[in-house]
Each structure stands twice: as C-alpha cells, then as structure tokens.
C-alpha cells in the first residue's frame, strides 16, 4: 500500500518525498495491547505445567500463539517499523544517499559565502538551542517529564547531535538552492553536522567519564 501511494504521488507530479510524510503521520503511535492485557494473556501461558504440550490444536497451543502475537502487538506500529526498517536504512538507503548526493568539490571561497555560513549556525547552533529551549520549556509548562537520572548537561549534549543535518538536509538543500548555490549549501550542511558531531559525542564522553568518576568516588 505504500509502494501505490508513493507511485501515485510520483505520478501526480507532487513531490514523491511527501508520501513518506504522510505515510509517517498516518502510522500509529499507540499500542494495541495494553501493559494489562498482556501480562493477563502471559499469566495464562505461565499458569501451564512444564513439560512437552504445544503441540496439536489444543487450547494450550492457541494461548500460546495469542500470547505471541500480544507480545507483538505491545509495541506500537510505528516502532515495530522502525525496528524493523533501522537496519535497512542505516546500512543500505543512508550509505547510497549520501554516495549520489554528497559529492562536492572543498574550496575556501564556498565556505566563506553566506549561505555556508547561515547553514553552518543553523545546525550547530540553531538546532541545539531550538532543541534544548523547547525541551525545557515542554518540561516547565508540564507537557513532558524529565527523568531524574537524565540531567539536563546530558540533554544539552544530545542536543548538539541533533545538527547533524545530512541526507534530508541535502535533500532539501537540492530543491532550494539553484545549482550556482548548491556547492556552498553542502559545505555548510558538512561544516555543520561535523561541528555538531565533535562537540556531542565530546561532551557526552566527558559527562560519561565524570559520571563515572563520581560513582566511583561515592
């Protein structure tokens, strides 16, 4: 069914991209099988005698697989999807993405135009600080919960991954920028997503170590 949409939409003339995002939106967030109803469909299956009775068409066997597909069924579509698809997409779609979109030739007057430079503080700065604004404010106003072990450096930290802006940043840097344009907005999306990367992952090693130190000491 999403194969036929994204045709249709590619053959509509609309950006095909969008079937993804719509297909994305429409996806279930919720589970079908609640924390209750599984752990009741697991105590029957729990509640048999050990021993070999699985097989044949018995009501053992039938409690058995609906305690499977519950099993299944306690997550939510959209994360058995994404379980599912995170394999494929981080080691085959993202690797050929980036091979057919990211060739860009590195020179010193491109890095130097506004448009790297604009795209350069939207990702390393921009982004972290939207991130980290908005969590904190979510978190004030009470729309979300912080967990007490998830401190807010760390939070910080994971927001400056955030700017790691490649392929959908390429993506959409190719339909806005005229091609003259176009070398200079990928630069400033490298630029960007390396400078986000390197004080992330610096950050969250040093607040890991220290973490770690602290525990010892105590």
Known sequence: MGGLVWLCFDASGVHATIAGVVLGLMTPTRAWVSDRRLRAVLGRVLAYPTGDHWSGD???????????????ESLSP?????????PWVGFVVMPVFALANAGVAITAADLGQSVSLAILAGLFLGTPVGVLGFSWLAVR?????????????????GAFLTGIGFTMS????????APAML????????????????????????????????????
């Open 58 to 72: 018995t009501a053992d066997r039938r409690d058995l697989r609906r305690a499977g597909r519950a099993v299944a």
């Open 78 to 86: 959209v994360e058995r999807l994404e379980m599912m698809l995170h």
């Open 141 to 157: 106003l009470g729309l979300a919960a912080r967990s007490t072990s998830l401190r807010w450096p760390f939070v910080a930290a």
């Open 170 to 177: 390429l993506f959409i840097a190719g339909l806005a920028y």
């Open 183 to 218: 070398n200079a907005a990928k630069l400033g999306i490298l630029a960007g997503s390396v400078c986000s990367a390197a004080v992330g992952i610096s950050a969250l090693i040093w607040l890991t170590r220290s973490k770690r130190a602290s525990s010892g000491a105590v």
